[in-house]
């Protein structure tokens, strides 16, 4: 039986997310930019959290970490690397790591890029991973510590999952991703839809996530490196994936 899953808005364009575990009871909260929300969504449907699973150690990501495990007792997990710049750990996690929701085992994979500890959390059962600021709809994290080196194959990591896997990223920024996207590949069928799926969830205050990793793997420029009109659009037609990849990360940047 598949995990429930809840999309929580926080602050002004973060995600939190709730996973639930009907039979046990057992529910999980992955990243927690504050605490008030959860709360709510919590008491909202009768739910007690058990865990508290952290991507990285950005503040709009753990702040309100120890609010909650107050509030409801739960346990906390996240990247072992991190550990000295995260919240106190009850389980310091690796990718060799194995867990369970309910009766759902967890995979944790390791995604460097945005930060060199970041994890993500892949529930193979439910069709979900949680990816943080690593893969987000229609893009990727900024570099803020590892390189582009890194984000390339952590993104290639996730990219092997099964294509309609619900990827359930960190951040509203949808609109501006895509946007960026389409200076790439403006004739990309896929992509004019996704935009204006998107423009019609965010004029009805909807989020724009989780997306299935099939329509990521059509229109996200950082999942299509390889593809020979993005290399065009860059003018960069016989360069390797990697380097394309990081002149797009650049480009973004500024964009």
């Given at each position: 039986m598949p995990?429930?899953?809840v999309t929580i808005p926080c602050l002004t364009d973060n995600y939190a997310y709730l996973v639930h575990d009907g039979i046990s009871g057992q529910t999980a909260v992955v990243d927690v930019p504050e605490a008030g929300p959860i709360l709510a969504a919590l008491n909202l449907r009768g739910w007690t959290l058990s865990d508290i699973l952290?991507?990285?150690?950005?503040?709009?990501?753990?702040?309100?970490?120890?609010?909650?495990?107050?509030?409801?007792?739960?346990?906390?997990?996240?990247?072992?690397?991190?550990?000295?710049?995260?919240?106190?750990?009850?389980?310091?996690?690796?990718?060799?790591?194995?867990?369970?929701?309910?009766?759902?085992?967890?995979?944790?994979?390791?995604?460097?890029?945005?930060t060199v500890g970041h994890i993500a959390y892949h529930f193979p059962d439910s069709g979900l991973v949680f990816t943080g600021d690593s893969l987000m709809a229609g893009g990727c994290g900024r570099l803020f510590e590892g390189t582009a080196a890194q984000m390339h194959a952590s993104l290639q990591k996730l990219s092997l999952l099964p294509p309609d896997t619900l990827v359930c990223s960190g951040h509203e920024y949808s609109t501006a991703n895509l946007a960026f996207a389409a200076t790439l590949e403006p004739g990309n069928g896929a992509l004019i839809s996704r935009r204006a799926e998107v423009a019609a969830l965010r004029s009805s205050g909807k989020p724009t996530v989780p997306v299935r990793l099939g329509v990521e793997q059509q229109t996200n420029p950082f999942l299509r490196a390889m593809v020979p009109a993005v290399k065009a659009a860059l003018g960069m037609a016989d360069a390797d994936d990697a380097r394309v990849f990081a002149e797009m990360r650049t480009r973004k940047n500024s964009f």
């Amino acid at each position: 039986m598949p995990l429930e899953l809840v999309t929580i808005p926080c602050l002004t364009d973060n995600y939190a997310y709730l996973v639930h575990d009907g039979i046990s009871g057992q529910t999980a909260v992955v990243d927690v930019p504050e605490a008030g929300p959860i709360l709510a969504a919590l008491n909202l449907r009768g739910w007690t959290l058990s865990d508290i699973l952290i991507t990285h150690h950005h503040s709009d990501h753990i702040a309100g970490v120890e609010e909650l495990r107050a509030a409801t007792g739960a346990m906390v997990l996240g990247a072992a690397a991190d550990a000295h710049r995260l919240p106190p750990l009850d389980h310091a996690l690796t990718e060799a790591s194995h867990f369970a929701i309910g009766a759902e085992g967890v995979r944790v994979i390791d995604v460097p890029g945005h930060t060199v500890g970041h994890i993500a959390y892949h529930f193979p059962d439910s069709g979900l991973v949680f990816t943080g600021d690593s893969l987000m709809a229609g893009g990727c994290g900024r570099l803020f510590e590892g390189t582009a080196a890194q984000m390339h194959a952590s993104l290639q990591k996730l990219s092997l999952l099964p294509p309609d896997t619900l990827v359930c990223s960190g951040h509203e920024y949808s609109t501006a991703n895509l946007a960026f996207a389409a200076t790439l590949e403006p004739g990309n069928g896929a992509l004019i839809s996704r935009r204006a799926e998107v423009a019609a969830l965010r004029s009805s205050g909807k989020p724009t996530v989780p997306v299935r990793l099939g329509v990521e793997q059509q229109t996200n420029p950082f999942l299509r490196a390889m593809v020979p009109a993005v290399k065009a659009a860059l003018g960069m037609a016989d360069a390797d994936d990697a380097r394309v990849f990081a002149e797009m990360r650049t480009r973004k940047n500024s964009f």
